[in-house]
Structures are given as structure tokens and as C-alpha cells.
């Protein structure tokens, strides 16, 4: 019994002076401070927060999850608490908290962007109308209780008593104070008509007498604005960007008469180009680069760039760039003045002054067509999240001077333009169900995937003629019953 007692003393004492040889040691994550992240989900119960980390040390992953702990502080831009139900997608966010393997704990988010009512302005067309919420520059806006929209210009003597009573397409301006979900509530607005001018006539008719496009791009050798280039003359690979292009214009312009002096018709064409470059043309004429193609992942990011050029050229910028007072009519006059001297010299500089006008327009004009291609993109059913990816992807590959080209001059740089399209989808896109929308990786893999080489050209089993259905049985012909020969009648002998 004083063994056994004995014992036990000795094993007390051994683990009393070394425990951590006998009991594991609790873990001890290693701390994160101040991850920058963009919100992509943050659900109820509010205890996983999915985020798009971009550049960070810890994991390659695009989309990764923090787990909430019950005592996680959340903080507005201002280091005041905060709701977490204010939480939404888009938002730019810094979350502190501690990593243990692969599993990450958020302990403090402090959100970076304004969340409570703040003012703001917005400026651009009336693009569509859902109950007493209309859609203009991209942004969602209601008129307060008692506020009537003043009319300007050709409108000067009318004044609407709600978005019901205006013409879809009519220029809209609003000072009003953007909500806590996203709406913006109008306490002044003023609207005029989107006339179409002698000008705009001039300019349309000079942009299509400088494009040569070779007829059904056979031979793909062509001229924009005198600059030769090269078309792909792949019939699938233009008619894929076609078909989405054509489902990201705004209705109010599909629904124009066709001889309706002011309505676009939009093109859509693919240039055989290593570059990541798009641009678009006053008429409607829409370019995109196979280098460009090459660096997005779906459709819904096409969709994005596409939504864009859209933007810019319904929105009119390269027409008021032109007709900017210091530079009225110069990019026409240029290409006038280069084709008159039938100089190569003279040629040259027109077309270059032009091109560079056309297409360098103001970061307030980039930002736009980001914010309203946006929503043409949502307008079409896809997932507004995949347009901040394009410039997260296209920063990583190539330095920010690589931008600083004839097209995209001045343009904000590719952070600032994912900072401002997660900015958009926080405030315009809160009520959004993003389950319902798509990406469209499987679609643009099987034509702009199979261009490239990425994945084999899906294979289509023939199809033979004259077979039936297999879900179709076709019964058999019943034969045709042999008549029953007749007996032959015997005469009775007398």
C-alpha cells in the first residue's frame, strides 16, 4: 500500500514540474493586423464574414472566410461602434484577429466607407423605373415626401410630380442624402430632355466613314479612325461577345424607333490585339482585345468591360470631350484636316489627336461608366462581385504604367477602380439576392476558352436523320390477316 501510495506521489510531482510533456500546450494563433479585405457575404447569424483578401501572406485563396467570435468588436470609419447588420458586400473593411492552421478569427472589422446618411449628388440619365424607385447614373433614387422634379432647358415651363410622370432617357440631376440601405432620397431635382444635335449628327457621320470593317471579317484586316488593325475573323468568338453585349443595353435605347434621330446601334467587335484594352466609339462602335479576353475568367467579368464602353457611349463622353470648350470640334477637325493634306504625316497626327480625345475621358466619366455598367450587368443577371475581380486580376500581372497608354491615359489606376466597384455594390446592390445571379464560367470557357486553347472544343455527338426519339416508341405494323379460303360445295348425288 506505501508503494502504490509512493507511486502516485512521484507521477503528481513529474506532472506538476513538466506539464507541457505530459498535456499538450493550448494553440496560440498568430496574429493579423489590419488585413485590408472587400466584404463578398455576411449573413445572419453574422458569425462568418467571406471576404476577397486580394494580396496577403497567409492564404492564395480568392474568397476566404473569417469566423466571428463572440466578443468581435465592429467599428464604423470614425472608431465608433457599429451595427454589424450594416455589414454588406462591397464594403472595404480592416479585420484584426489570429490565424491558427487555416482556420481565421476576426476579432475587431472596422468598415473604411461612410454607412450612416451622408449627402450626395447624382447626375446622369433616367434609365428605369421599379415602383417609386428610379435607376439613374447607375444609382437608386427616390424623390421625399412634397419634392417635384423641375424641368430645364426644352422643359423649362414643366414640373413632374414623381419619376412616373418623366421620359425614361430624359437627363436627370439630384442633390439628395443617400441612406443607410443604399437609396439615395431626392430633396431637389431637376430634369431635361437628351437631345440630339446637328453636331452629334457631324461626329456619328465622321466615325463611321473612318472605320473600315471587312465585310463578315473575312481576311480580319481593317481601319479604326485610320489606325489599321486586325479583326479576328473567328464567326464564334465575335458572335459570343456580340450575344452578351446585346443583353447589356439599356432598354429604354432597344426600345427607340430605329429612324429615332438619337438612338445608338451598337457593334461589338474583337481585335486581334495583345493588349488589355477596350475602347468605344460615339456611334456605338465597340472594341475589345484578345489580350484583354484572355485575362478575364467568365462571362460575367466580359459582361463588366462590356457594360462599360456601353456606359461611355450612351452617356455621351467622348461627345462632350469633344465639345468641351478648349477643344470644340478638334478630334473632327483633326481627322478632317489629316485626311484633306492625303498626307501620311497629316494622317498620323489626325488620327492619333482623335483617338486621344475620344477616348481619355475624365476619371469622373471612367467612374461613371464603371457605376452604370454595373448595373447594366445586374440589369442582365449577372453578379456585379465579378467586375471589382477584373482589376484585383489585372493589378497583379501588370504595373500600374502599363495603364498610361494612348486609351486608358486617364483612367484611375486598377485599385482605385476595385475600391470604387466594391464602393458601388455596397450601396446600390443592398438588397441584392447574389445566389440568383450568375458568372457564366462554363459559357465563356466553351467559346473564348476554347479560342485560346484552355479546354478541347466540346465535342457535339451527330445527329442522323430519320432517327426516332428514343422516349418515342413507333409501334410495328400489325400483318395483314390472310383471307380464310372457302370450302368448296359438294352436290349431292340424286
Excluded at 506539464?19 to 449573413?43: D, H, R, T, Y
Excluded at 451622408?118 to 447626375?123: I, L, Q, S, Y
Excluded at 429604354?252 to 434621330?261: E, R, T
Aim: proline share 6%; glycine share 8%.
Amino acid at each position: 500500500m506505501k508503494k502504490k501510495s509512493l507511486l502516485i506521489c512521484l507521477i503528481s510531482l513529474v506532472c506538476f514540474l513538466t506539464p507541457n510533456s505530459i498535456f499538450p500546450q493550448q494553440m496560440v494563433g498568430i496574429p493579423i493586423k489590419k488585413q485590408e479585405a472587400f466584404v463578398l457575404e455576411f449573413k445572419p447569424p453574422f458569425d462568418r464574414l467571406t471576404v476577397d483578401l486580394g494580396d496577403n501572406s497567409f492564404t492564395t485563396n480568392e474568397t476566404t472566410v473569417f469566423s466571428i467570435s463572440p466578443q468581435a468588436v465592429f467599428l464604423n470609419n470614425k472608431n465608433k461602434p457599429l451595427d454589424r447588420t450594416l455589414i454588406r458586400p462591397g464594403m472595404r473593411v480592416i479585420i484584426s484577429g489570429n490565424r491558427i492552421g487555416e482556420q481565421l478569427t476576426a476579432s475587431s472589422v472596422k468598415v473604411d466607407n461612410d454607412v450612416e446618411k451622408w449627402k450626395v449628388v447624382v447626375n446622369g440619365y433616367f434609365e428605369s423605373l421599379e415602383g417609386d424607385k428610379a435607376w439613374i447614373d447607375g444609382q437608386s433614387v427616390k424623390l421625399l415626401p412634397g419634392v417635384t422634379v423641375r424641368g430645364t432647358g426644352d422643359w423649362k415651363k414643366n414640373t413632374f410630380a414623381s419619376f412616373n410622370d418623366m421620359q425614361l432617357g430624359s437627363y436627370v440631376e439630384i442633390d439628395g442624402i443617400r441612406q443607410t440601405d443604399g437609396i439615395t432620397c431626392a430633396t431637389k431635382a431637376e430634369t431635361k430632355p437628351n437631345t440630339f444635335s446637328d453636331g452629334d449628327r457631324k461626329l456619328f457621320t465622321a466615325v463611321q466613314q473612318n472605320l473600315v470593317i471587312p465585310e463578315n471579317l473575312a481576311g480580319g484586316k481593317g481601319k479604326v479612325w485610320g489606325r489599321e488593325v486586325k479583326f479576328s475573323d473567328n464567326l464564334e468568338l465575335q458572335t459570343y461577345v456580340t450575344k452578351v453585349g446585346n443583353r447589356l443595353i439599356p432598354r429604354y435605347q432597344k426600345d427607340l424607333p430605329n429612324d429615332y434621330p438619337g438612338k445608338i446601334v451598337y457593334r461589338f467587335f474583337v481585335i486581334e490585339d495583345d493588349s488589355f484594352n477596350a475602347f468605344a466609339l460615339p456611334d456605338g462602335s465597340i472594341f475589345i482585345h484578345t489580350g484583354l479576353l484572355k485575362q478575364l475568367k467568365n462571362e460575367a467579368q466580359l459582361a463588366a468591360v462590356l457594360g462599360h464602353e456601353i456606359a461611355h457611349a450612351g452617356y455621351e463622353h467622348s461627345r462632350k470631350k469633344i465639345e468641351d470648350p478648349t477643344g470644340k470640334w478638334l478630334a473632327l477637325a483633326a481627322v478632317i484636316a489629316g485626311a484633306a493634306t492625303k498626307t501620311k504625316e497629316g494622317a498620323t497626327i489626325g488620327t492619333m489627336t482623335a483617338l486621344g480625345i475620344l477616348n481619355s475621358y475624365e476619371r469622373a466619366a471612367e467612374d461613371q461608366a464603371d457605376r452604370v455598367g454595373l448595373y447594366y450587368m445586374m440589369q442582365a443577371g449577372y453578379d456585379p462581385r465579378e467586375a471589382p475581380k477584373v482589376w484585383r486580376e489585372h493589378s497583379k500581372k501588370t504595373q500600374e504604367a502599363a495603364l498610361n497608354n494612348l486609351i486608358y491615359s486617364n483612367h484611375s489606376t486598377a485599385q482605385q477602380r476595385l475600391r470604387n466597384l466594391n464602393r458601388v455594390i455596397a450601396f446600390n446592390y443592398y438588397e441584392t439576392d447574389f445566389s440568383q445571379t450568375k458568372n457564366g464560367e462554363k459559357e465563356y470557357m466553351n467559346t473564348v476558352g476554347v479560342y485560346f486553347g484552355w479546354i478541347p472544343k466540346p465535342v457535339v455527338p451527330p445527329v442522323r436523320n430519320n432517327t426516332p426519339s428514343p422516349s418515342v416508341t413507333i409501334p410495328k405494323p400489325k400483318p395483314t390477316p390472310k383471307p380464310t379460303p372457302k370450302k368448296p360445295r359438294v352436290k349431292k348425288r340424286p
